[in-house]
């Protein structure tokens, strides 16, 4: 990731070199109001994105003024490093967002301008796309007058033909919902149309889905100028398949009802006006799918054409309905919490305040257990405690006493001693909760002694409900453990998401209303291939979505069984539908190769790297095997070659081509853990990034004498001080240290020549 500090320190620069422009009489940018606290968080969060952004990145400031008219300012001597960003100005947006199910897929559309750049020179130009719920992704495309970008993912395999590879900071994420991309050398003056693509989650509480799409824009990117009205879009669109009902409710924007969606499952709203500032609050929108009680469907589809998996497709959903009457399961819980030093401050501040959360709203029927683990286990009990009042005192109490950061890292002990305190008898649910930030060298040996538990016959094999903090735990270690136990698996990539993502986990642990789920009447297929393999039980807070491949004939009913909280057997049938009006390959591929990942993590096996390959290629989805290039697609004119001597016409002569240049970015995956960085006990949130050649000389330099005395004169200081010397002072003192260079040789020839005719 991007140094997030650097970014908006690099902000901050940007919009003071913005004063230096001259826009004519009565005209100014709107200046950025001053913040009214000393919270340096507030401050910071001020210019980090909270919508699309576009940003001039500026080492030289002297070329920063008006493209139409000049500013006749003072010349400003120096580069800056880091590279100032100044916000380019906006003059049209607009929005679409597609929901299926628990997934929308956006895509805005903006036009900003390079107004800040003398139109004789040029500079790279940054764009930031701020994502929402579990944002990935799939796509940027620019166009310029003379050229366009866009991005691609390439495999490894195909990584040898693309030789030129871009900065880290070219193409990465600045947060893990704002992916930044660094478009090259844009003319002054340019116009800039820019189509971003993204997919992300929607929210599920009290049966109604709430899609939030980040669109909260700064009032410095309203174009200068007298007040001038300008376009502003937004499309939304919702399908669940046929047969369902679906209400859709705006919140943040006046939004209008579609008169065109009058088939059933689908809904839409659009908001389309003139405004003089760009929007100030987020786009959120709610839908409800009403229904009392259980309900799902199942769509099937045939694959396309251009698909590299013929076989058919399937996507069957379980919503719980809108009963609040449903009775939850009796829970065992023991939760694993990693005490670590590297979850020192924040983290292990966050993890108690979650962890106390959910201990008072267990019911007085439950148990529970708290491990601590780092290279020991600290037990709050030898044996499960029942969840009573004074209980949950003493279990805070023991939690503010004992976690304390410690060296190392061991999960398997604790998590056997775990699985060990469980009962047998079948009436309650057994939940295990890990939760760590760093990665261990016997995960693989983990996930065979769960797997080797779970085959074992019980009623009620126990649920793992794993949390991973930052980007050195292997995310994908514990997403196989969640799937092989039917649990779930969520994480938080910064920790200022921790507490919240953390609480909502536990919420939708101790609303299970429906268990050990599974399908009937499938005898009639030739070949089923499901994700995940195990099926989660369904929570009150959330539905079950599954996906899969199959051969065959279709059952026209599904038959699904499980088991309520009360221990009774549960059974319905989903209809089966044949429609093209949700995508399935589309909408699950991302779900799709991230279960996948996790099984070729576990098993090791290249096939199955080969085909995540292909599917993150052919669905533009970022995986583990792939990374992102862009390519540039620049129109070039060339001259015809001719075989006589013949006098032609220029339009003749002259052809137009298109040149393609492909620069390959960093990679975009989380990895699979960093046993170093858990080892050295490096906190989540760090930086973890390879110095470029300069950038250690430079480190170097800064080293080599900054302890000969107390003051600052470090080499890096001292090259700080020299770029920002006008052009005399700077001829003047090389002058004056070539004559004590000159000096010094003649010392050291009179030391070495005249020594034998003292």
Known sequence: MADEEEFVRSV???????????????????????????????????????????????????????????????????????????????????????????????????????????????????????????GSILGVEVELPSKSYSTKLVAEDDEKETKTIAKIEDGCFLKPHIFI??????????????????????????????????YSFPEYVTPAGKKITKKENIKFNVNCGPGIEVLSKAISHPFKELDDEDEDGKSGLFY??????????????????????????????????????????????????????????????IFLVDISGSMKGKPIDDTKQALSAALSKLDSEDLFNIIAFNSEEFLFSSSLEVA?????????????????????????????????????????????????????????????????????NRTMCPRLYTFGIGLFCNHYFLRTLAMMSRGHYDAAMDVESLEVRLERL?????????????????????????????????????????????????????????????????SMELKGF??????????????????????????EKKDLEQKIAKMSTQNAVISEYTRMALVQTERVKVIKPTAKRKVYSADEKIEERLVQKTVLLHFLGFGFGNLIATIENIPPGAIDTEDEPAEIIAKAASNCCGKLCGLCCCCSCCIRTFSTMNHQCAIALSQCLAALGCLGCFVCCKYCCCEGHK
């Open 578 to 603: 044949k429609s093209k009006a949700i995508p399935l390959d589309k909408a699950r591929v991302k779900q799709q190769i991230e279960i996948l990942t996790a099984q070729a993590w576990f098993t």
């Open 388 to 456: 009573t009042k004074e209980a949950i005192d003493n279990a805070t109490q023991w939690i503010d006493m004992n976690f304390i950061p410690g060296d190392g890292t061991s999960i398997l002990n604790p998590l056997k001693q775990a699985i060990g305190m469980f009962s047998n008898a079948g009436e309650s649910m057994p939940i295990v909760f890990l939760i760590t930030d760093g990665a261990v060298e016997d995960e693989r040996q983990i996930c065979e002694f769960m797997k080797n538990h779970l085959t074992q």
């Open 272 to 333: 389309d006006s003139n405004v003089f500032n760009w929007s100030s609050s987020d786009v959120v929108i709610t839908y409800k799918i009403s229904s009392p009680n259980y309900h799902g469907s199942v769509l099937l589809q045939s694959p396309e054409q251009h698909d590299t998996d013929q076989r058919k497709m399937f996507s069957c959903y379980l919503f719980p309905g809108a009963l609040e009457c449903k009775k939850v399961f009796r829970k065992e819980v």
């Open 181 to 214: 991309l660094t478009i090259p050398e844009i003319d002054g003056g340019t116009y800039i149309s820019v189509t971003l693509r993204w997919s992300q989650k929607l929210l599920y509480h009290d049966s109604q889905f709430t899609l939030s799409i980040p």
């Open 12 to 134: 901050e620069d940007g919009i003071r070199l913005l004063k230096r422009i001259y826009f004519g009489k009565d005209r100014a940018v709107a200046p950025q109001k001053q913040q009214m606290t000393t919270e340096k968080a507030k401050l910071e969060s001020s210019y980090i994105p909270t919508s699309p952004m576009m940003y001039a990145v500026i080492e030289n400031p002297a070329m920063v003024d008006n493209p139409d008219i000049p500013s006749y300012q003072p010349h400003v001597h120096g580069k800056c490093y880091p590279p100032a960003l100044i916000p380019l100005q906006m003059n049209e947006i607009s929005v679409m967002a597609d929901c299926y199910y628990d997934t929308a897929f956006v895509t805005v559309k903006g036009s900003w301008r390079l107004h800040c750049i003398m139109t004789s020179k040029s500079c790279d130009c940054r764009i930031a796309v701020a994502m929402g719920e579990q």
């Open 506 to 570: 536990f919420s939708r642990a101790s609303s299970i209303i429906l268990a050990n789920i599974a399908f009937e009447n499938l005898d009639g297929l030739e070949e089923l291939e499901v994700y995940p393999s195990h099926i989660p039980d369904l929570s009150s807070e959330g539905p079950i979505v599954l996906s899969g491949r199959y051969q065959g004939v279709f059952p026209e009913m599904l038959k699904v069984k499980g088991i309520l909280a009360d221990t009774s057997k549960f």
